[in-house]
Nanobody, 123 residues
Framework: QVQLVESGGGLVQAGGSLRLSCAAS????????MGWFRQAPGKEREFVAG????????DYADSVKGRFAISRDNAKNTMYLQMNSLKPEDTAVYYC????????????????WGQGTQVTVSS
């Protein structure tokens, strides 16, 4: 089992920045590829960014590429999502998730999920 807890969400104006954190406990954090997903009201949960076990490989949805940066610190069992140049359409609940393999954008490929943190971007 892996327990994941997100933090760092909040209300920010368009153009601003936020950094989300995902703290992991349980099985070895470094054994898992990690991802960030988001879900806006009335929409399906969508992939935002992913990172491989050691952090050498990353992947981003086109909508956030160049604005968001995913990273991880395996010594601290923590993953991050630095979000810059935020837009109102980034408003959503953001979830972190753990998978055995890197590279999937499908929610079904991720075995463990956090409870989510709300990000609201005002115009």
């Amino acid at each position: 089992q892996v327990q994941l807890v997100e933090s760092g969400g909040g209300l920010v104006q368009a153009g601003g920045s936020l950094r989300l954190s995902c703290a992991a406990s349980g099985r070895t954090f470094s054994s898992y590829a990690m991802g960030w997903f988001r879900q806006a009201p009335g929409k399906e949960r969508e992939f935002v960014a992913g990172i491989s076990w050691g952090g050498a490989n990353t992947d981003y949805a086109d909508s956030v590429k160049g604005r968001f940066a995913i990273s991880r610190d395996n010594a601290k069992n923590t993953m991050y999502l630095q979000m810059n140049s935020l837009k109102p359409e980034d408003t959503a609940v953001y979830y972190c998730a753990a998978a055995l393999r890197f590279g999937s954008w499908s929610t079904g490929s991720y075995d463990y999920w956090g409870q989510g943190t709300q990000v609201t971007v005002s115009s």
